[in-house]
């Protein structure tokens, strides 16, 4: 009953939580789209939705992030959080959006099996003709050595993505490797970045190239101080130049369980609220980008009533 409660408390004070939009010159080009890469073999172009608005002006996908199953959960059988998840992939369903995009952190502990079914369970009532991609957090990869890494490809088969839906890129990458610091993950970063670089080559031309990650660069400055929730200062500038040099036009990431946004040499920092249990203020939410013509805008949403209600 709580937790309906508090449902009804976030629908009713806040709806629409962040709201953001900005354009660009030349937004509508028309290009023919460029082909993607995808190292799992799936396919690079998000189509598996039969086309479904395949060439329309106006298109939504959805970010989720922070599913972590059993976060801060003593219900039992986390059934908290289980139905946290449950509400969001209503929520989805009733959007129906191109794309879902999941930032990571999916389930509490990794090593729970439970967590892990309670996840794939929830997920599987996602639309099956919905694209979903995930990138990997830090309770999916607890401490970056191969044997979490192992576990983690077990799992989810990939741990980065790069694909398009009509000319916008989506392009996806593990934070994990780059925060902690052993001799495993620089080699893996340095792995990755590489691969980084020449997706953003390639996305270059596209209309927008969105980068997805569960820690973000930083939350509201890139001159703000190391933490928790922030790339090392010594890594920020190495990532932030190749992004601006590509023309990378807004990162999504999650892990801080709240809401930040700041906009730095036309990239957009947002920093998305969780699926499932949220901190200062903010609610167990979904993040709905609609990308048009002359720009694209976000806002989140919390529970499939607030869908069912536009
Ligand atoms: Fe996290």
């Known amino acids: 009953m709580k937790r309906f409660a508090f449902l009804r408390f976030a629908l009713a004070a806040a709806l629409v939580f962040g709201f953001h939009s900005f354009s660009l010159a ?21 189509c598996a939705a039969g086309g479904r608005e395949r060439d329309a002006a106006e298109f939504v996908f959805v970010q989720i992030t922070d599913t972590q199953i059993g976060f801060t959960d003593k219900t039992e059988h986390f059934h908290d959080t289980d139905s946290l998840m449950r509400d969001a992939i209503l929520a989805i369903n009733a959007i129906h959006p191109v794309a879902v995009f999941n930032t990571g952190d999916l389930v509490n502990k990794f090593g729970n099996q439970e967590q892990k079914d309670i996840y794939t369970r929830n997920l599987s009532e996602m639309d099956s003709d919905i694209p979903y991609w ?3 957090g830090n309770h999916d990869i607890r401490g970056f050595n191969q044997k979490n890494y192992d576990g983690y490809m077990a799992f989810v088969g990939y741990d980065r993505f790069s694909v398009r839906y009509n000319d916008c890129a989506f392009i996806g990458i593990d934070s994990n490797r780059i925060k902690d610091d052993n001799e495993y993950a620089a080699a893996a970063e340095e792995e990755q970045f590489e691969w980084l670089l020449a997706e953003l080559k390639a996305a270059k031309k596209c209309r927008y190239t969105f980068v997805f990650m569960h820690c973000p660069v930083a939350m ?3 001159d703000e101080a ?5 790339f090392p ?3 920020r500038e190495r990532y932030i130049s190749a992004f601006k040099k590509y023309g990378v036009d807004a990162i999504f990431s999650g892990h801080s369980h709240c809401y930040s946004y700041f906009e730095d040499g036309g990239i957009q920092h947002i920093n998305s609220m969780p699926v499932t249990h949220a901190f200062n ?7 709905i980008v609609t990308v048009g013509p002359d720009g694209f805008t976000f806002k989140y949403v919390a529970g499939a009533e607030v869908i069912a209600g536009e």
Do not use: F, W
Not at 226 to 230: E, F, L, R, Y
């Open 233 to 235: 200062m010594a890594k």
């Open 220 to 222: 509201t400055s890139l």
């Open 134 to 136: 995930v990138v990997p």
């Open 226 to 230: 190391d933490g928790h929730n922030s």
């Open 26 to 46: 030349g937004g509508a080009s028309g290009r023919s789209v460029a082909p993607g890469k995808y190292d799992a073999g799936q396919a690079a172009e998000i």
């Open 281 to 287: 203020g903010a609610y167990p939410s979904i993040n």
